[in-house]
């Protein structure tokens, strides 16, 4: 492309090794404080990733140690092919950034930011202005382009944050809790946007407490809890692995009886609520239609039939024993530790 | 007497927040104490010329301007505090109480009085230590500590009353340097008659000129001269000064709600 | 990254370094003023020490101008500091060690800004120094007091950045201003060597920084020569490798 001179890391070709490796990565800080205590991490390129744990599990810890700006006090880490300590410059060639806190200067503008952004990955001033441009456009932030950060919304400042992260055409995006605090119009379109990234062939890791977002989003989810990789593997099967769904039937009444009694060919039956009869379905969700047909040839008036998957909340609380409450502080604890063991 | 048992309370509050926290004193007792050996080595020639009034050296010349110095940031320092604890919201619970208004401030002038006769007791021993010589004796020396003492209650009165007023540390903060500037305008560093313009004219006037001159007769004269008991009279004008600001101050405060 | 993008990035940071002062106004006069403020008090009260006998001028405001041109540059080299803590607080700095762009440029970036930020407290200094009666120093004199003055903004600057980067956080501040406030006062700051006394006598004549305040001194106090400039121009080198070498070393080290 004319006007680029930026440097391009060779792994735009390369592109069969995995885009994030890691080996028994850990983070130790001072006073004993084990942040991450041994992850393993195989992310093929062009995944989108998420992470999902609780506050002070070890997600931002963890993406500061991808992203170059911590180091590993255990075990090793490669991003777009390259190591994180001995070749830090080409990883952060090769990856984007989008961190929790959004830091952004409020007395530039957005425009401005972008700018300083591609001149800080070597783009030549006319071609990052063109970018500026373009990115500005693609996430809807073309008209406040000219206004001090300090003005922008929430949502605004995380789309800000986004397009500067894209201004070097990144092949890896790492979104630290990318809709904390966001309303749920801001959060689908950074969803929407996200999406699109990856159809256009960037590689997504990012970290999320929340459930909703690891299902829609990611290919792989990790669940992480206290620096450990608890789970891992598609929102699909790990869900299955915890349970399978369970249908909720309510019928007409007085038919109640009748109704578990051939549920109970299915599956499991589980305790009755709100005048429904449950039961857990033995071949998963497959198993609706002939409980429909049984039902039916009985002779019995169905009111509702409910299909209920088991969540990744349901996946967290098999793996950890508690619930994933997805709040809306920031990740002050780890935020906060800076020097190491 | 409630409110004495609440001024204790306060009070001690008050000691315990100025002295658990050392990186807090450092710079009251530091800041002066390096200006004063710097200004000791570098203009200390001064004892030298015909006009300098008869002292054995600079440093028991500059002592006292040291000492006031510290009085003068711990008043700032105890402005500090009180405005955080306003912007805390722990005065307003203080105000909620049936106590005394006053107690309110006079329990965080307890605090500042304690950092005044611990700067006192200080600037003492670097005197002893660094070969000056205290000619009022052992009754100079605590009468030295009583001078020190009530100038920092009396300056933090003053830093009371902007503490209630404005309700903002960083306001209080920013009067720091104001604290340098008086005191060129005095007789803190240099004798009166040394002085060039503006000072000259300026520390005619400026009490604070007296109360340096009443703790530096101490020093260097063996005997309660004049300058003395005009030390003490502009000590309690400031006190005074003091103790209106903070009242209407205060009054203000509650006023606005 | 070649060496175009290098100097482009550090444009940038300059830029925005400068920016602050442009966009918030009322933050600069501090440290604008405050040198100026010292002088009038300084000069108001040991003005006389020009009539011991061994004074190398009658001037004081002469004499001290250099000093308080230095504490400029201290002053701004801690304003650099203090904003370097904040970015660091609020993130914006991660922003920075995320890219591709070298430590040292980042470096360079943030501490080339102070060298020209202190000739906003310098000017002032000076037009207020010379309607007091300070000598004119000559356009010698000036400039090698100037670039005396610039060089120490990048001292102090490495200063206030290698403080930033060990505690990370804004109150650090007076730390960043003691020890250029120290740096600059233990030479022949209020008189000249042979009538310093005791301990500070001694200092004095070892600190490198007197030949550095000695050669910024020269044009206002007499005649400009080399012999005179060589030493402080010498010691300020050697003093800036030093303490850029300093924040350098925190700036790599902000990842452990």
């Known amino acids: 492309m004319p006007g680029v001179t930026e440097r391009r890391s060779r792994v735009h070709t390369i592109r069969a090794m995995p885009a994030i490796e890691t080996r028994d990565l850990q983070r130790v800080f001072s006073g004993g404080i084990t942040a991450v205590a041994g992850v393993d991490l195989k992310i093929a390129d062009r995944e989108i990733y998420a992470f999902l744990g609780p506050n002070g599990a070890g997600k931002t810890t963890t993406v500061r140690m991808l992203t170059t700006l911590l180091r590993p006090t255990g075990g090793s880490a490669t991003v777009a092919g390259f190591d994180v300590v001995s070749e830090a410059g080409e990883v952060r060639n090769a990856i984007g950034v989008a961190l929790q806190e959004a830091a952004l200067d409020p007395l530039m503008t957005g425009r401005e930011l972008i700018r300083l952004q591609a001149t800080l990955h070597g783009i030549r001033r006319a071609e990052g202005q063109r970018r500026a441009e373009r990115l500005l456009a693609r996430v809807g932030l073309e008209n406040a382009a000219d206004r001090r950060v300090g003005t922008y919304s929430g949502g605004m400042r995380r789309r800000l944050d986004l397009a500067s992260a894209l201004v070097h055409t990144p092949q890896i995006l790492f979104l630290d809790e990318p809709t904390t605090g966001l309303d749920p119009v801001s959060r689908k379109a950074i969803w929407e946007e996200v999406e699109k990234l990856n159809r256009e062939g960037t590689t997504v890791f990012l970290t999320t407490q929340y459930l909703e977002e690891a299902d829609n989003l990611a290919d792989q989810v990790g669940i992480i809890d206290d620096g450990r990789i608890v789970a891992e593997g598609t929102p699909a099967a790990l869900k299955e692995e915890v349970g399978r769904p369970h249908l909720e039937v309510v019928l007409a009444d007085g038919t109640m009886d009748r109704a578990e009694e051939i549920l109970g060919r299915f599956g499991r039956p589980l305790p009755a609520k709100d005048g429904a009869a449950l039961v857990e379905l033995k071949e998963g969700a497959a198993g609706v239609a002939p409980v429909v047909r049984a039902l039916d040839d009985a002779g019995l008036v169905v009111e509702s039939l409910d299909l209920v998957q088991p969540s990744l909340d349901d996946v967290f609380v098999a793996k950890t024993g508690y619930h994933l409450e997805g709040s809306e502080t920031p990740d002050v604890e780890e935020n906060e530790l800076e020097s190491p063991a | ?257 | 990254m070649t060496a175009r993008a290098d100097l482009e990035t550090i444009r940038a940071l300059m830029r925005r370094a400068l920016n602050e002062i442009l966009r918030v106004p009322g933050a600069a006069i501090p440290g604008v003023l405050a040198p100026t403020i010292f002088f009038l008090g300084l000069t108001a009260v040991f003005g006389n020490l020009t009539l011991l006998p061994g004074f190398t001028t009658d001037s004081y405001q002469s004499f001290l101008i250099p000093v308080s041109l230095m504490q400029g540059a201290g002053f701004t080299g801690a304003a650099t500091g203090v904003n370097l803590a904040r970015d660091i607080e609020q993130g914006w700095f991660d922003r920075l060690l995320a890219s591709p762009a070298p430590r040292g440029v980042l470096l360079a970036g943030l501490v080339l800004s102070a060298s020209f930020r202190v000739l906003l407290p310098a000017t002032v200094l000076l037009t207020v120094g010379f309607a007091l009666g300070a000598h004119w120093p000559g356009p010698g004199g000036l400039a090698i007091a100037l670039l005396i003055t610039m060089g120490m903004a990048i001292v102090a600057a490495a200063w206030g950045t290698t403080i930033a980067l060990r505690f990370k956080s804004q109150s650090a501040a007076p730390l960043m201003q003691v020890g250029m406030l120290l740096l600059i006062l233990t030479t022949t700051a209020y008189a000249p060597l042979a009538l310093l006394t005791g301990w500070l006598q001694e200092v004095a004549r070892y600190n490198p920084a007197t030949q550095i305040v000695d050669a910024a001194r020269q044009g206002f106090v007499g005649t400009v020569s080399w012999d005179e400039t060589w030493p402080g121009l010498l010691a300020l080198a050697g003093l800036a490798a030093l303490l850029v070498a300093l924040a350098l070393r925190g700036m790599r080290r902000t990842a452990d």
């Open chain 2, 1 to 257: 007497m409630t409110n004495l048992r609440v001024i204790g309370a306060l009070g001690r509050r008050s000691i315990n927040q100025t002295f658990r926290r050392p990186q807090l004193i450092a710079p009251i007792l530091i800041f002066p104490t390096l200006l004063l050996a710097i200004q000791v080595g570098g203009a200390g020639r001064a004892v030298d010329l015909p006009q300098f009034p008869e002292v054995n050296g600079f440093l028991d010349f500059m002592i006292a301007g040291a000492m006031i110095q510290a009085a003068l940031l711990a008043g700032n320092s105890g402005g500090i505090a009180l405005a955080l604890d306003i912007e805390m919201g722990f005065t307003d619970r203080l105000l909620a109480a049936p106590i005394s208004r006053f107690a309110i401030v006079l329990g965080r002038l307890v605090g500042t009085a304690a950092l005044g006769a611990a700067t006192a007791v200080w600037f003492i021993a670097i005197a002893l230590i660094f070969g000056a010589k205290i000619e009022g004796g052992v009754t100079g020396a605590l009468l030295i500590i009583l001078l020190v003492t009530l100038s920092a209650i009396a300056f933090g009165a003053i830093g009371a009353a902007i503490a209630l007023r404005s309700g903002s540390a960083s306001v209080v903060q920013g009067l720091f340097p104001l604290v340098f500037v008086i005191l060129f305008l005095s007789t803190a560093f240099f004798p009166d008659n040394l002085l060039l313009e503006p000072a000259a004219s300026i520390a005619e006037w400026n009490p604070l000129s007296f109360i340096v001159e009443g703790i530096r007769d101490l020093v260097i004269s063996t005997f309660l001269g004049p300058s003395f008991a005009e030390g003490v009279a502009a000590l309690a004008l400031v006190s005074i000064l003091g103790l209106l600001m903070s009242a209407a101050a205060m009054r203000g405060r509650l006023k606005r709600g």
